[in-house]
């Protein structure tokens, strides 16, 4: 009995505070997280200019098409439909040749290739696998894989649509001629996908 009318009481209590907190947030200004914001100190070796961003975006982007050259044959098996199948298929050739085209790249601007950890799209493949284990295999799994491949293809238009700006701006035109290339391919790769999606598999996978 106690209990009973003690409990409305701590509810008013928590609510009152609740409430309280929401007026000094609001009067404060800001939130806790913009107050709390600073400004990031650079590391060593820090870019300094576009070009040596351009060098690490190229870095990036070259590490990133590499761990999907690994993972594509995994989504590829995993897919029932057969169009997704040969779509992935046919875009692993692709990315094989995206590859070989950072390659190009790097010797036109007379460095090395060299991949760096891209965490995007580590976080994007990771994102993919758990994707294929929360749905069964089917028109359901296929649609995740879908989502899964379509956010990855939407990294890369982001990527070398950006790396392509930096490469006019920088008058790179071999890196410029190349970078294009590889975006027309993304972007027609990821317009197949939506194809695949809406042809077929959304409905089926209802
Ligand atoms: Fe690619
Ligand atoms: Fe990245
Ligand atoms: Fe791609």
């Given at each position: 009995m106690a209990t009973a009318t003690k409990s409305p009481a701590k509810k008013t209590t928590t609510k009152k505070v609740a409430e309280k907190k929401t007026t000094e947030k609001k009067t404060a200004g800001k939130s806790s997280a913009s107050a709390s914001a600073k400004k990031i100190p650079a590391k060593k070796g820090?870019?300094?200019?576009l070009k040596d961003l351009f060098e690490d975006g190229l870095k990036d982007i070259y590490w990133a098409e590499k761990a999907l050259a690994k993972a594509l044959p995994k989504m590829q098996k995993n897919a029932t439909s057969e169009k997704l199948k040969t779509a992935i298929a046919d875009h692993l050739m692709e990315t094989e040749k995206q590859i070989t085209r950072l390659e190009d790249c790097f010797a036109a601007l007379g460095k090395k290739a060299q991949a760096k950890k891209c965490d995007a799209m580590q976080g994007l493949l990771d994102e993919g696998k758990g994707i294929m284990e929360e749905t069964k295999p089917g028109s359901v799994r296929d649609a995740g894989i879908i989502s899964a491949a379509q956010k990855v293809e939407h990294y890369e238009i982001a990527t070398y649509g950006t790396l392509a700006a930096f490469a006019k701006v920088l008058k790179e035109k071999e890196c410029l001629s190349l970078l294009l290339k590889t975006l027309e391919e993304e972007k027609k790769c990821d317009e197949l996908l939506t194809k695949i999606a809406d042809t077929n598999l959304n409905e089926k996978a209802k």
């Amino acid at each position: 009995m106690a209990t009973a009318t003690k409990s409305p009481a701590k509810k008013t209590t928590t609510k009152k505070v609740a409430e309280k907190k929401t007026t000094e947030k609001k009067t404060a200004g800001k939130s806790s997280a913009s107050a709390s914001a600073k400004k990031i100190p650079a590391k060593k070796g820090a870019a300094k200019e576009l070009k040596d961003l351009f060098e690490d975006g190229l870095k990036d982007i070259y590490w990133a098409e590499k761990a999907l050259a690994k993972a594509l044959p995994k989504m590829q098996k995993n897919a029932t439909s057969e169009k997704l199948k040969t779509a992935i298929a046919d875009h692993l050739m692709e990315t094989e040749k995206q590859i070989t085209r950072l390659e190009d790249c790097f010797a036109a601007l007379g460095k090395k290739a060299q991949a760096k950890k891209c965490d995007a799209m580590q976080g994007l493949l990771d994102e993919g696998k758990g994707i294929m284990e929360e749905t069964k295999p089917g028109s359901v799994r296929d649609a995740g894989i879908i989502s899964a491949a379509q956010k990855v293809e939407h990294y890369e238009i982001a990527t070398y649509g950006t790396l392509a700006a930096f490469a006019k701006v920088l008058k790179e035109k071999e890196c410029l001629s190349l970078l294009l290339k590889t975006l027309e391919e993304e972007k027609k790769c990821d317009e197949l996908l939506t194809k695949i999606a809406d042809t077929n598999l959304n409905e089926k996978a209802k």
